[in-house]
């Protein structure tokens, strides 16, 4: 599980986030919405210890990040927005380099980043480097990385930019899968198409705060005969007010 807890930060004069708490449950996919520059980004870099925070704490498992960084990173995969792959390795060794960070080694992590090339079909480009990757093999190395230690929570922040039609498709089906497997997945987008098809929770983010929580068909519930499309547009007004 994920817990954040009032969390902040400021750069400057700028509040990019503002007291922003939510939980994100095992066996569900929580959906982090909201308008570019709402302060999705910089909420899932405090999660993941990139940032730390000027007020709040973020926890993983209840373990605190800040605090305890090394066994609440343990619990979490990430994939980052835009994640980079180093081109000059191959799928396999950018996956073994991730796995070797989390204490893993030898033919136990061979057989992981094989059963991890089978769950993301990566057979065809395991051994080839990444120089020249389309995007969704990208992508698929990076999740295969963010995976590699059978993480207990995995995030995802903005995982379906760039994708073609099928790569998505695919994408919704592993999320669905990590899910219904008891996975907590924390899936940030600003694609109403994207959250609508995969999230059980939404949390709507504005101006770096929550301005609406719920499952969809709760917030729905707010704009009677609305869409959830509605419910957001009602909800990022209602933040503005």
């Known amino acids: 599980m994920i817990r954040l807890e009032s969390l902040a930060k400021r750069f400057g004069e700028v509040e990019a ?3 922003v708490g939510l939980e994100a449950l095992d066996g569900r996919v929580t959906g982090l919405l909201g308008p570019n520059g ?3 980004s910089t909420t899932l870099r405090l999660l993941y210890g990139a940032l730390r925070p000027d007020r709040g704490r973020a926890l993983v498992d209840g373990h605190d990040v800040a605090l ?5 990173l343990a619990r979490l995969g990430v994939l980052p927005h835009n994640a980079g792959i180093y081109p000059a390795l191959t799928a396999r060794e950018n996956v073994r380099y991730y796995g070797r960070l ?3 080694g030898g033919r136990a992590l061979e057989r992981r980043i094989d059963e991890l090339g089978e769950l993301l079909d990566l057979g065809a480009v395991l051994e080839r480097r990444a120089k020249g990757f389309s995007q969704g093999e990208r992508l698929k190395v990076a999740l295969a990385r963010a995976l590699v230690h059978r993480p207990q929570n995995l995030v995802l922040d903005e995982p379906t930019n760039g994708l073609d039609v099928l790569a998505t498709r695919n994408l ?4 669905r899968r990590l899910r219904d ?9 600003h694609v109403m198409q994207e959250v609508s098809a995969v999230c059980d929770d ?3 983010v504005a101006h770096g705060r929550v301005v609406a929580r719920g499952t969809p068909e709760e917030l729905r519930a707010g704009v009677p005969g609305g869409s959830l499309e509605d419910a957001f547009v009602a ?3 209602r933040g503005d007010g």
Do not use: Y
Request: glycine fraction near 10%.
């Open 172 to 175: 919704r089906e592993l999320i």
């Open 202 to 204: 939404i949390v709507i």
């Open 38 to 40: 709402a302060g999705k």
């Open 68 to 72: 305890e960084a090394r066994a609440a």
């Open 17 to 19: 986030v503002r007291e």
């Open 102 to 104: 989390h204490g893993l």
């Open 181 to 189: 497997a008891g996975h907590c997945l924390l899936f940030s987008s």
């Open 235 to 237: 909800a990022l007004e």
